[in-house]
């Protein structure tokens, strides 16, 4: 069973910083898709970065530059480090997973992901 934990959110100033944590177990696929993906209050949710088993990344654009996503293969755990953090960042963080098909490409899409933690939410205050 595929269980995906996320930790590491609170509450901070604008320009601080935070790092959120994704646990995973039970996830046995070589190749694939890890993401952070957010959802703010009446908002959909987007996606905001993701790795692959490759090491490639991908942000969105409200992140360049502010956000990066790692992974510790050891611990098996997906990281998101976020910097000059901003109001309008506040939202629930959820990391997500899906298996690659060989020569698949990875989305920003929160369709093409199977597998969801339950969200940690993260709040700046101006």
């Known amino acids: 069973q595929v269980q995906l934990v996320e930790s590491g959110g609170g509450s901070v100033q604008a320009g601080g910083s935070l790092r959120l944590s994704c646990a995973v177990s039970?996830?046995?696929?070589?190749?694939?898709?890890m993401g952070w993906f957010r959802q703010a209050p009446g908002k959909e949710r987007e996606g905001v970065g993701f790795m692959n088993d490759n090491g490639y990344t991908r942000y969105a654009d409200f992140v360049k530059g502010r956000f990066t996503v790692s992974r510790d293969n050891a611990k098996i755990t997906l990281y998101l480090q976020m910097n000059s953090l901003k109001p309008e960042d506040t939202a629930m963080y959820y990391c997500?997973?899906?298996?690659?098909?060989?020569?698949?490409?990875?989305?920003?899409?929160?369709?093409?992901?199977?597998?969801w933690g339950q969200g940690t939410q993260v709040t700046i205050s101006s």
């Open positions: 997500a997973a899906k298996s690659r098909s060989y020569g698949g490409s990875c989305r920003l899409s929160q369709y093409d992901y199977r597998y």
């Open positions: 039970g996830f046995t696929y070589t190749t694939y898709c």
